[in-house]
């Protein structure tokens, strides 16, 4: 057998071979990711975490392993916690998504959970950044919507408690018409955009979920705001806090008629905004 003969026999064995542990990687990673997702219905995070690390080693191009692996990452990160750890796991979570994006820019569940994520780590101009993704991709989204009002009522009323509570000055919730009329001046600067972007998409999510009562009650809270901008103007005020109110009856009666509609249904398993299970 001459040299070049031996080489080629030599070459299709190790192809062979080669394609023999990739099929095997291949099996081993689906079962590392089956593991996984029991592990994460089972709420044993951690553990899913490293079935699904291991399934991507495994196989790189194996579907959904990175985006299951990032959503069992973005589980084990506690809300409003700002440790090291808890923000390593967050960056990791979302450097995850941000792969799956590059590849894949519409994956609309990446970007949800990456709103999710900054929201849940106090980045507030992050989170509404990429909820207007979301929106950008699917224009009906209401939770979007939504999360961009309540992060806009929430910077508008930590700057009002900002300016309120040194002056020795408590919310009224009524307009705040008390308060000295430079302070209001200040805080309708600081606020306006605020209460003007929050009422856009609170309206915007009502009219996409007529039933979404957590929308309403947001509706009740920023019209309570605006009255804060409409200082001066008594009529205006008065307009402000009535609309506010019916917001808020209209929130009573949609949370009752969703519960009522929840115990007549059938239960089971759902996923929320930012594609976790519960």
Not at 136 to 150: F, L, M, Q, R, S
Not at 184 to 191: T, V
């Amino acid at each position: 057998m001459t040299r070049s003969a031996r080489f080629s026999i030599f070459a299709v064995a190790l192809v062979g071979m080669v394609l023999a542990m990739s099929g095997c990687n291949r099996l081993a990673a689906r079962d590392q990711l089956n593991k996984g997702v029991d592990s994460y219905k089972a709420g044993k995070y951690e553990e899913a975490i490293n079935h699904f690390q291991k399934a991507t080693e495994l196989d790189p191009s194996l579907p959904m392993a990175k985006s299951y692996l990032a959503t069992a990452l973005s589980q084990n990160i506690v809300p409003g916690l700002t440790t090291v750890e808890n923000l390593k796991t967050a960056n990791q979570a979302i450097s995850i998504f941000q792969q799956i994006l590059a590849k894949d820019p519409t994956d609309v569940n990446s970007i949800k959970q990456i709103a999710g994520i900054y929201f849940n780590i106090k980045k507030l101009d992050e989170a509404k950044e990429w909820q207007k993704k979301v929106l950008a991709v699917d224009p009906k989204d209401p939770e979007a919507a939504y999360t961009i009002g309540v992060i806009d009522w929430t910077k508008a009323h930590e700057n009002k408690l900002q300016l309120l509570v040194p002056a020795g000055l408590n919310d009224d919730g009524e307009g705040n018409v008390k308060a000295p009329k430079k302070l209001m001046a200040q805080l309708k600067e600081e606020n306006s955009a605020l209460i003007e972007e929050g009422l856009q998409y609170l309206t915007q999510a009502v009219n996409n979920r007529p039933n979404y009562d957590d929308a309403m009650q947001y509706l009740n809270l920023i019209y309570r705001n605006k009255a804060d901008m409409d200082y001066g103007d008594p009529k205006a005020v008065a307009a402000d806090i009535a609309t506010a109110k019916d917001w808020a009856a209209k929130a009573m009666g949609a949370r009752k008629a969703n519960e009522e509609k929840k115990d007549k249904g059938p239960g089971g398993i759902t996923m929320d905004s930012s594609g976790n299970l519960k």
